[in-house]
């Protein structure tokens, strides 16, 4: 009779313990989705369901355990998950925006050129002179040539590739959005910001283009989120 008694018994001991392991994997991978992806939902879902199959177990050693999921289940309510994808439509905007730039020149840094008074002399006595300095002057924008100015003075291919770089920043902003990834998503907009601030006119469409970055780069990236290792550690302790 004991060994038909223990026949019987063994299958629902082992379903149950079965369960427990199924429980514990719920729980690793909720903590899992949280840390690597930020995915409260699925957390949230997981803990529900882990929450409920101990439920049925009626077991008042894993009372405990289920306090602690609800602690958890609460504090994931909490969450305010950041808008990535809003962040991501408004990077492509940003980009788009790039174009609207004009780059520092000559005109922007508020300087002016004069005629010296011996060419101005010679322009009035003699005609051919006066020819030869009108086409130079034409080439002459600035009196005192400050070394502060000279990083304004681009060429075309440098010109090029500072727009590249720009483009190339926010692609790498966009990047980090994707992954989640603060560090180089704070790093790309400094670098945009900086790279802007040296070599572009501060007209209206370069304060519209800040006044965006600015509100990008202020947006809650990180979510703060709960550590569910202690669930982990009370179901070892089972």
Same mark, same amino acid.
Request: proline share 3%; glycine share 2%.
């Given at each position: +009779?004991?060994?038909?008694?223990?026949?019987?018994?063994?299958?629902?001991?082992?379903?149950?313990?079965?369960?427990?392991?199924?429980?514990?994997?719920?729980?690793?991978?909720a903590q899992e989705r949280l840390s690597a992806f930020q995915d409260v939902a699925t957390a949230q879902a997981l803990l529900a369901r882990a929450d409920e199959r101990?439920?049925?177990?009626?077991?008042?050693?894993?009372?405990?355990?289920?306090?602690?999921?609800?602690?958890?289940?609460?504090?994931?309510?909490?969450?305010?998950?950041?808008?990535?994808?809003?962040m991501w439509v408004r990077l492509g905007t940003l980009d788009q925006s790039i174009?609207?730039?004009?780059?520092?020149?000559?005109?922007? +840094?508020?300087?002016?050129?004069?005629?010296?008074?011996?060419?101005?002399?010679?322009?009035?006595?003699?005609?051919?002179?006066?020819?030869?300095?009108?086409?130079?002057?034409?080439?002459?924008?600035?009196?005192?040539?400050?070394?502060?100015?000279?990083?304004?003075?681009?060429?075309?291919?440098?010109?090029?590739?500072?727009?590249?770089?720009?483009?190339? +920043?926010?692609?790498?902003?966009?990047?980090?959005?994707?992954?989640?990834?603060?560090?180089?998503?704070?790093?790309?907009?400094?670098?945009?910001?900086?790279?802007?601030?040296?070599?572009?006119?501060?007209?209206?469409?370069?304060?519209?283009?800040?006044?965006?970055?600015?509100?990008?780069?202020?947006?809650?990236?990180?979510?703060?989120?709960?550590?569910?290792?202690?669930?982990?550690?009370?179901?070892?302790?089972?």
């Amino acid at each position: +009779l004991k060994a038909q008694l223990n026949e019987q018994q063994e299958p629902s001991w082992m379903l149950q313990e079965w369960q427990l392991r199924e429980i514990r994997y719920w729980l690793n991978v909720a903590q899992e989705r949280l840390s690597a992806f930020q995915d409260v939902a699925t957390a949230q879902a997981l803990l529900a369901r882990a929450d409920e199959r101990l439920k049925v177990f009626q077991d008042p050693r894993h009372l405990k355990l289920r306090s602690l999921i609800n602690q958890a289940q609460h504090q994931l309510s909490q969450v305010v998950v950041p808008d990535y994808h809003g962040m991501w439509v408004r990077l492509g905007t940003l980009d788009q925006s790039i174009s609207s730039l004009k780059f520092l020149n000559y005109d922007h +840094l508020n300087v002016t050129s004069t005629v010296p008074k011996k060419i101005v002399s010679a322009e009035a006595s003699d005609g051919a002179l006066a020819k030869v300095w009108v086409e130079i002057k034409s080439l002459i924008k600035i009196k005192d040539f400050q070394a502060s100015t000279l990083e304004h003075v681009l060429t075309q291919p440098q010109k090029a590739h500072l727009v590249f770089t720009l483009h190339l +920043l926010v692609e790498e902003a966009r990047w980090a959005v994707l992954y989640q990834n603060p560090q180089v998503f704070r790093d790309s907009l400094s670098s945009l910001r900086r790279w802007i601030s040296t070599y572009w006119v501060q007209d209206e469409a370069y304060h519209q283009f800040m006044q965006t970055l600015d509100g990008i780069a202020s947006t809650t990236f990180e979510a703060t989120l709960p550590d569910l290792t202690n669930l982990l550690s009370e179901m070892d302790q089972k």
